[in-house]
């Protein structure tokens, strides 16, 4: 019998019971859904991910105060104090490759201003900090070169602490906020950025000059970062290499004791949240792939009975001429059409969820190709094994025995 | 025509030709002798009717014939050809081109139209055309008086109708022999006798030879020569004396109901 004969044959048998292949085909339906879904919620976490880190800036190299202490006791991480400005003054002169560096200290105050006041995170640094996050002023402008040299009394306000203390969308530039009891004028507000990946709110900060912080409000010398922001092209590896070399010719370290600092690229940062979000993906994804292959033992199942009901067909077909090969592949193509017609209407839905999701519960989801291709893959290739064995079992059928059974 | 089964008429004529013809069924500890060596021939145009009580071998004989299942031994020419060694596959296509079967009880296909029923085997003879397979089952089934029931269901139709679709199925590959198993067993008198007419028919105007199997003495009747089995032997071998005529008995029963 021709493939053509063979696939119409498949089809009316499967519209002779159609109750019974929707609830079969339902099965591979969901299993497919589920995988396309879970794939695709997993697919967008990354993706938007990875546009933070992109936002963020990738050619961006942290430097942090390492973790100090002798002896038994161990203290937290910046708890030494061994990172200066003059470590970042150095790095700036001594290595190639540098386009914007800015030494950074934080500390958690309140800050009051004549409407209300806000505890947030303050953050010290250079005048470069804005050209390495890429962070424009709403209003104003950031501060300069000459207010962190002069440790002015200037501070730029993220949005959301603009909207604590002023009121939100209102320029509060000119006004004076106190911190710690000083007098702080509002040099400009920054555009809001949103939630970093780590899920901490970015515009819920006060940016001042660095030295401004270790003078006015903590009374140190040290700092406990120094951001670094890389021409474009420059290898980060070979950079953070040669930063931390020249941290302990700087802080005097003697080969084989640890660095007391701690040298990071956010592409390594970036790669540790995507591997969490990718296990997260396979993880769900398998979940799916289990109902995916329950589904396919319901048309396995579905498939057996249908052997054993239509014995008395098969074989009067094998009465009237057909061979073995032609019965195999009648019950082979019943169960591939049955898994990819699920298949099939699994993808559709599952579009349709992914973008209900996108929708509704505001998740990126991403339906990827590739996430398509496989599955209706799998789902062929579930038609073919699962449909193998009771095909077989068909086409193995005695003709005279297939026609006296009752 | 009548041949004298048993021996010694074996020759290119014969449609069927067996020798020794031996079946036995290995239930484990027990050993069923279904068939324990017939030797016969059956002549082109020949209506044999195989008889005997259940248990006497003539169904499992009638299989053997069918190449529905193969003999434990002896020999099996079909046209000529010795189809007792041959392969599945070389069955399937014997079964197909050289052999129309008729089944007790219809063996139709549910919810599928007469049209497409009798199409079946040309879906399995090779290529043929849609059109052309339309055609030659709508010919068939026009040739069994069904002409005007092509798009019905088995169970739109009355069981002697669904005895002629069968035998429409049987005819549509133009086979040199028709096996009938019972074909009378699941109709009632009148509707028996019809069909024996159509059998008669075909074997008179078309010379289709016929082997069918029944255990009514006088369904046998409307054949040319009868076959009894017993105990998995023949046990007689002889042409009918006085034939029945299916045209003339079915003529008579409208003249009663009239």
Known sequence: MSLLMTFVVA?????????????????????????????????????????????AGSNIVMVTAGSGGFGPVRQGQGAVTTLTADDAEAIRQEIPGIRYISPG??????VVATAGNWNTQVQGASADLAAIRSWPAQFGSFFTEEDVTAARKVVVLGSVVRDQLFGAGVDPTGEIVRIKNQPFQVIGVLTSKGQAAMGQDQDDTVLMPFTTVQKKLMGVQHVTNI??????????????????????????????????????????????????TSTMTYLLAGIAA????????????????????????????????????????????????????????????????????????????????????????????????????????????????????? | MSGQ?????????????????????????????????????????????????????????????????????????????????????????????????????????????????????????????????????????KSVGLGDRLGHHPNQLSGGQQQRVAIARALVNNPTLLLADEPTGNLDTRTSIEVMGLFQKLNIERGITIVLVTHEADIAEYGTRVIAFRDGMVKSDGAVAHRRDAVIEVARLREQAA
């Open chain 1, 11 to 55: 089809l009316k048998a499967l519209r002779r019971n159609a109750m019974r292949t929707a609830l079969t085909a339902l099965g591979m339906i969901i299993g497919v859904a589920a995988v396309i879904v879970m794939v695709a919620i997993g697919t967008g976490a990354s993706s938007s991910i990875q546009k933070q880190i992109q936002s």
């Open chain 1, 105 to 110: 200290l934080n500390t958690r105050t309140q």
């Open chain 1, 227 to 276: 951001t670094v922001s890389a021409e474009n092209g420059v290898p980060l590896d070979t950079l953070s290499d040669q930063i931390a070399a020249l941290l302990r010719t700087r802080h005097k370290l003697q080969p084989g004791t640890d660095d007391d600092f701690l040298v990071r690229t956010l592409e390594e940062m970036a790669s540790v949240l995507t591997s969490t």
């Open chain 1, 290 to 406: 289990v109902s995916l292959i329950v589904g396919g033992i319901g048309i396995m199942n579905i498939m057996l009975v249908s052997v054993t009901e239509r014995t008395r067909e098969i074989g009067l077909r094998l009465a009237v001429g057909a061979r073995d090969v032609d019965v195999l592949m009648q019950f082979l193509v019943e169960s591939i059409v049955l898994s990819l017609a699920g298949g099939a209407i699994g993808i559709a839905l599952g579009f349709g969820i992914s973008y209900g999701v996108q929708r509704v519960m505001q998740w990126s989801a991403m339906v990827t190709p590739s996430a398509v291709a496989m599955s209706f893959g799998v789902a062929a290739a579930i038609g073919v094994f699962f449909g193998f064995y009771p095909a077989r079992k068909a086409a193995r059928l005695n003709p005279i025995d297939a026609l006296r059974y009752e």
């Open chain 2, 5 to 141: 089964g048993g021996g010694g008429l074996q020759g290119p004529r014969s449609v069927i030709a067996v020798r020794e013809l031996t079946k036995t069924y290995d239930l484990g500890e027990l050993q069923v002798h279904a068939l324990r060596g017939v030797s016969l021939d059956v002549a082109p145009g020949e209506f044999v009717a195989l008889t005997g009580p259940s248990g006497s071998g003539k169904s499992t004989f009638m299989h053997l014939l069918g190449c529905l299942d193969r003999p434990t031994a002896g020999q099996y020419v079909l046209n000529g050809s010795d189809v007792s060694t041959l392969s599945s596959r070389d069955l399937a296509r014997v079964r197909n081109t050289e052999i129309g079967f008729v089944f007790q009880g219809f063996n139709l296909l549910s919810r599928t139209s007469a049209l497409e029923n009798v199409e079946l085997p040309l879906l399995y003879a090779g290529k043929i055309p849609a059109s052309e397979r339309r055609d030659r089952a709508s010919e068939a089934l």
